[in-house]
């Protein structure tokens, strides 16, 4: 199935594999709004988590973003080769996990103002890692 | 007097106990019936001499030989009380499972949600249960709620358990392959630091746990998972250090684990453990996840990572409540922070090995120039470690920690972001 990124439907495509895939379930509970920002691109994004499923995704301001738990934000190219990263090995490979992309910046990708939120990050981890990693089942059309 | 069992083979009354049954009036034929059941003389003297009435031996008696026999029909049920179903407290709760099931911060309905601000049970009484005069005290110490509460405490027990993970069958242990000499050792030395604070967090937690009184059985629960947490932890780092061909390596220092085991009270102890020390612990596990040389080490140090991020939660979260509750603590709570970011960078100066090791690690090897990148990539750690830090504090309710922290983490805060 071919979804544009960035997209709700593409965000909402992934959420239809993870909730259908047992081995996320198994992960484990996972409670937290991410705001996904292509700030370059300006798109802006919210996806919601919460318990064994992902509830799905919204198309928002930036504010809006911003005042998710915390927010993914990284220019589109990196957006871009994240996720090529991830369809080409079917999961991200060593240099491209959403960890290692955040210490990589010096800022971080992983953003919020709110020190406890920001947490959520690690704490719901593998989850995330899992969310993305999914995408490697859908075929990514880049949006240019 | 029922008639003996046909079957009752003889048996023969021991002199003594038959000298005993007959000073107490206690029918022989009673005697022989209990010594057919395989009841030892010497109990059986006991009990008569304790003043065991022949109706009540007749009715324990009979029940066995009813057993034995195997037809319930013949059994005696003893005499039932009942009085306990006429307990005064609250009836009819029907709690109902949500999205995550039946979960233990559900259960906080009615009464069974009254959380005192002090406990006055001294017993294992759980919350919302009636209590019964004369049962002996069990020791606690800790009885307000101010001293150990966090109103994350209930989700962070149900997270901590439906996201347990299995070292021995999760990890791809497979993906591991033979490394450089330097890199294996400097892992090996790595895996016996986060050893040693995985051991030493459970003997904390583990000698707190028993003082909490249980009307805070949400933060008994979450300590108990976070018990398992640590023992986990100690497990796949001892796992990965015997994996590959290395072993362990040397012991730390050990100075900040003082600081932790000396400190009071509990609120200090999870000031220590949780917001200080977890809250390094978790940069580390992130670098480790960022240096990980395969899936396996990936998957090992993210998984650590959450468990211990929960810890560093719940410590939060009980400072917050403490700084809310009592405002007036919080001249105390900086002078704890005083003392354990000092023991813990002096602690970090002392520990050479560890060190050395990061920089191998970080850096990839041991030539100058990844060295080098190690040392530039180390210093990128700690300002994130001390900024993820100031951050968490600010949100506890300590902002002015920002201007008070130990110079050493307070320059980092102060300069721009380092590249990590």
Redesign the interface.
Request: charged fraction near 35%; glycine fraction near 10%.
């Given at each position: 199935m071919t979804v544009n990124f960035p997209s709700v439907e593409w965000f909402e495509a992934v959420k239809e594999l993870v909730n259908s895939d047992e081995t996320y379930r198994r992960?484990?509970?996972c409670d937290a709004t991410v705001g996904i920002s292509i700030s370059d691109r300006e798109k802006y994004f919210v996806v919601t988590f919460?318990?064994?499923?992902c509830l799905g995704a919204r198309e928002v301001t930036q504010a809006e973003a911003q005042d998710a738990d915390f927010y993914l934000s990284m220019p589109y190219e990196g957006w871009k080769e994240m996720l090529g990263n991830i369809k080409e090995h079917s999961g991200a490979d060593?240099g491209h996990?959403l960890?290692?992309l955040?210490?990589?910046?010096?800022?971080?990708v992983a953003r919020s103002r709110?020190?406890?939120?920001?947490?959520l990050f690690?704490?719901?981890?593998?989850s995330f890692?899992y969310f993305f990693d999914a995408s490697h089942r859908l075929d990514t059309q880049f949006v240019n | 007097m029922p008639e003996e069992p046909k079957s009752a083979p003889p048996v023969e009354v021991p002199e003594e106990l038959a000298g005993v049954a007959q000073r107490f009036d206690f029918p022989l034929d009673l005697v022989r019936r209990a010594l057919a059941l395989g009841m030892p003389p010497h109990n059986l003297a006991s009990q008569i001499m304790s003043g065991m009435r022949p109706e009540v031996a007749e009715m324990f008696i009979a029940r066995q030989e009813a057993a034995l026999r195997g037809n319930p029909d013949e059994m005696q049920a003893p005499p039932l009380n009942l009085g306990w179903m006429q307990v005064p407290t609250e009836w009819g709760v029907r709690v109902k499972p949500g999205k995550k099931g039946l979960t233990l911060g559900s259960l906080n309905v009615g009464t069974y949600g009254d959380i005192p601000d002090r406990w006055p049970h001294q017993t294992e009484l759980p919350r919302g249960a009636h209590p019964i005069p004369g049962v002996p005290g069990m020791g606690y110490t800790i009885y307000d709620k101010v001293e150990l509460w966090a109103d994350n405490a209930a989700d962070l027990y149900e997270e901590g358990i439906a996201r347990r993970w299995r070292p021995a069958t999760d990890v791809p242990w497979e993906t591991i392959e033979l490394l450089p000499e330097e890199l294996e050792r400097a892992m090996g030395q790595l895996c016996t630091y986060f050893c040693e604070k995985a051991l030493l967090a459970g003997d904390v937690v583990g000698k707190w746990l028993p003082r909490m009184s249980y009307g805070y059985h949400e933060v008994k629960c979450f300590l108990a998972v976070a018990e398992m947490d640590v023992a986990r932890r100690f497990e796949v780092f001892r796992k990965r250090a015997l994996y590959n061909g290395g072993g362990l390596g040397l012991q730390s220092p050990g100075l900040f684990h003082r600081t932790i085991l000396d400190a009071r009270t509990w609120t200090e102890t999870s000031l220590v453990l949780h917001v200080v020390s977890d809250s390094f612990l978790l940069g580390l596990y992130q670098a480790g996840e960022w240096f990980a040389h395969n899936p396996a080490e990936k998957l090992i140090f993210r998984r650590a990572a959450e468990d211990v991020s929960r810890h560093v939660a719940y410590g939060l979260a009980h400072l917050k409540y403490v700084l809310q509750q009592q405002p007036g603590r919080r001249a105390e709570v900086h002078r704890y922070l005083n003392k354990s970011e000092m023991m813990m960078i002096e602690e970090d100066n002392a520990d050479n090995p560890r060190r050395e090791a990061l920089l191998i690690l970080l850096g990839g090897g041991l030539s100058k120039a990844q060295l080098g990148v190690g040392a530039c990539r180390l210093e990128g750690i700690r300002a994130r470690q001390a900024r993820d830090y100031q951050r968490r504090l600010e949100w506890a309710g300590l902002p002015e920690r920002r201007n008070l922290m130990h110079p050493t983490l307070r320059r980092y805060l102060l300069e721009s972001p380092v590249a990590a």
């Open positions: 992960i484990g509970t919460e318990a064994f499923a060593l996990t960890n290692t955040d210490l990589n910046d010096p800022e971080g709110d020190g406890y939120r920001r947490d690690y704490r719901f981890n593998e890692q | -």
